[in-house]
């Protein structure tokens, strides 16, 4: 069981460079979200998906698209590449609650990237 | 809009001392979680301890405890007998009931343990 698993681990992007964060999960979650995290910022939610198939807008998701096409996975792209997106981004999962209990977030190890 | 307020940038602690970490937090749900999430610098988010809203007693986890006052909407952590590996930056959370369980964090707060 490996649980939240992001790759790559590190990246260094020039402007206007295309990437793609791949975060898969393991333990058959339902919801999936991509996180930034800058100094001074805590962790700030970019898109989030409730399901295969789905996704919506979080806090701050300019510059950024997701998929959703499996279950277990959920990617991250970044089209043209700004050094205002040098961040570390962090993917998670938790379970869907049937009611109004809401269970933790498992977050990835994290992905460092640089735009230079 | 749900906030979450960590007022407290940086501490520190003696080596088996104890400290507390602040949080506050608003919300108008009447029934949720809230939780404390641990970064070392590894970079790994590791859960601390949760507390569910409509519980009165207050979440404990071995050497972590939590001081709850759901009117206040305060939510602070207590680290007793501080040990070396405490060091980290420790974010308090959030989750709303919202579409996608999104949770909102603090800003953290730096904790180093003195030996």
């Known amino acids: 069981n490996a649980g939240v698993t992001q790759t790559p681990k590190f990246r260094v992007l020039k402007t206007g460079q295309s990437m793609t964060l791949l975060c898969a999960q393991d333990m058959n979650h339902e919801y999936m979200y991509w996180y930034r995290q800058d100094p001074g910022m805590g962790l700030r939610l970019i898109h989030y998906s409730v399901g295969e198939g789905t996704t919506a807008k979080g806090e701050v998701p300019d510059g950024y698209n997701v998929s959703r096409l499996k279950k277990q996975n959920f990617l991250l792209g970044l089209e043209s590449a700004a050094p205002s997106q040098t961040s570390v981004y962090f993917c998670?999962?938790?379970?869907?609650?049937?009611?109004?209990?809401?269970?933790?977030?498992?977050f990835g190890p994290g992905t460092r990237l640089t735009v230079t | 809009a749900q906030t979450v307020t960590q007022s407290q940038p940086e501490m520190s602690v003696q080596e088996a001392e104890t400290v507390t970490l602040s949080c506050t937090y608003d919300t108008s749900e009447s029934d949720y979680y809230l939780f404390w999430y641990k970064q070392p610098p590894s970079r790994q988010m590791i859960l601390v301890i949760r507390?569910?809203?409509?519980?009165?007693q207050n979440a404990t986890e071995n050497r972590f405890s939590v001081n709850f006052q759901k009117a206040a909407k305060s939510f602070s952590l207590k680290i007793s007998d501080s040990q070396l590996g405490d060091a980290a930056m420790y974010f308090c959370a959030f989750p709303s009931f919202g579409a996608g369980n999104q949770f909102y964090f603090g800003t953290g707060t730096s904790l180093t343990v003195i030996p």
């Open positions: 507390q569910e809203a409509y519980k009165q």
């Open positions: 998670a999962s938790s379970y869907a609650s049937p009611g109004l209990a809401l269970f933790e977030q498992y």
